[in-house]
């Protein structure tokens, strides 16, 4: 009688959770502590960051009552009002909070951050066994090359953009699309509707993506359902109306496309293996382009290229490889750098401003391509025998991890950055009693107030459920000759009007507020009542 054994197969579920497990600790190496995940380590206690922003906007939103449009915030640059999505909140993710309630943690992007990291490891596992060459080899080193990819920590203070995951099921729909020969509707649609309603970068990567497979099923003849690529866009057609609404007030656009570039030298350099000195960017903005790849991971890649049969070429189609050409081509922008070296400039074309304007980090559109590149590794490796398989397996990860040190120890030590505590809320709640709207002055863009004295103001507001007049909002438009209007028609015994010191003294507030107001300092502002 022969015994029945039992064996896990990496394109089942169980191999689903072992990548998950990896991601986790991969996760608990650079952001230690339970505290971190549950929001209440020293790292969410800024008053000046963009954190900040994400937390005094959720928090406002939560204290909203229900309706339409769903994302709406009043109280924040009331009485216009704005989206959850322009504090940069995480809409899909502060709308399932808000149906929780007080089920959920008052702060919860911890839990995110978590959560990005786990997604991450599942969509990996998704991805490869979508491109039909999936072993687990190839599965250990595609998750370790996914979690540990740089670029994915770096934006630990930019949280909805650490939705890496989307990318990669991008990646993943696009492998099942051109091996079945099919266009997965549903697939698409679910994902489009996600990245949307998390970050507008990531649904122009996930679209791009798209577009590759679309043009890559042409190529294979398979022509008769490219129209399904359409209804991708029906749910979100459908939600927009019912969570945005038709607008809130004025949009603008903001310059930055060159600035906020890509360095050519960014994928080479930022490893503890090979050091670069000297190495300087070309403009500030292009730490928003930080997207080393890791010397473990460039190294496979070279070996890849040089090994010319070893190209997935069944996976990775011609349409894919313009993509990621298209995408770096981008996030190099119109002023091309290479370190502080300024090789080139051309005008962009003004069919294209309305990109540009919108899309205007472009270094961040190097992020698919870094994936790309992962999957190119994993699937190659996926075809060599098991012993050689293995062997290139343990040096390209071993490589990358003695590499990424620095990676690790800037993600802790950021994780663990002192709290920044700037203004007294206790003290303020008390100044504040019986008050219902903060009038600030100068809004936001009016004046010399920065995101450090607006930021805590906001945040304040939201802790006391209170409206407040500006904020540090995205596509903002203020406008900065409503003061004295506004002062004329506040109920004075219900408002508040605080006044930036980088813009006024304490006798020009005087002037400014209503006849009847008594003004004091309080913390780095003035206080008018």
Partial sequence: MHRKTWRMNPDGWGAAFISIALA??????????????????????????????????????RNEPWGLPLLRINSINWSTGTSVAFTDAIPLFALVLKVLGPIAPENPFGIWVLLCFLLLGLATWWALKQSGQINWISLILAVGLCVQMPALSYRLGHLSLMAHFLIVLAIGLYFRDRLRGYVSTVGWGSLVLLSFYINFYITAMVLTIMVAAAADLCRDGHWSGIWRYGLAFLPLAITFPIMFGFGFGSSVQ????????????????????????????????????????????????????????????????????????????????????????????????????????????????????????????????????????AVACVVILAVQWI???????????????????????????????????????PK???????????????????????????????????????????????????????YSMSDFNLEEAKERAPREAVCHQQDKWILCR
């Avoid at 190209?311 to 894919?320: M, Y």
């Avoid at 370190?339 to 990109?355: C, K, Q, R, S």
């Avoid at 690790?408 to 709207?437: K, M």
């Avoid at 004295?484 to 506040?490: G, L, P, S, W």
């Fill in 24 to 61: 986790w600790a991969y996760f608990e190496v650079i952001f230690p502590g339970a505290r971190f995940i549950w929001g209440t380590s020293s790292y969410w206690q800024t008053h000046i960051q963009d954190v900040t922003q994400y937390i005094s906007g959720l928090t406002a939103f």
């Fill in 254 to 389: 903001e310059g930055g496309f060159d600035y906020y570039s890509m360095n050519l030298l960014a994928p080479l350099v930022g490893g503890s293996i090979i050091d670069f000195p000297s190495y300087s960017l070309g403009t500030i903005g292009q730490s928003e382009g930080y997207n080393y790849l890791g010397f473990g991971l460039l190294g496979a890649c070279a070996a890849v290229a040089f090994a010319r049969n070893a190209l997935p070429l069944r996976q990775i189609g011609p349409s894919l490889i313009a993509a990621c050409i298209i995408l770096t081509g981008y996030a190099v922008s119109n002023d091309v750098y290479a370190g502080p070296l300024h090789l080139i400039h051309w005008d962009v074309p003004w069919p294209l401003t309305e990109i540009t304007g919108t899309f205007r980090v472009s270094g961040r559109f190097f992020w698919p391509v870094s994936y790309v590149l992962a999957f190119v590794v994993a699937l190659a490796i996926a075809r060599m025998n098991a012993r050689r398989a």
């Fill in 403 to 441: 590499d990424l040190e620095t990676v690790r120890a800037r993600a802790q030590a950021t994780s663990q950055r002192p709290a920044e505590i700037v203004a007294d809320i206790d003290a303020w709640s008390t100044s504040l009693n019986g008050v219902e709207t903060i009038y600030f002055y």
């Fill in 444 to 498: 936001f863009r009016c004046g010399k107030a920065d995101h450090a004295e607006i930021l805590p103001i906001q945040l304040i507001a939201s802790k006391l459920h209170l409206k407040i007049t500006t904020g540090y909002l995205a596509r903002y438009v203020p406008d900065c000759n409503a003061e004295a209007t506004e002062i004329a028609t506040a109920g004075l015994e219900t408002s508040a009007f605080v």
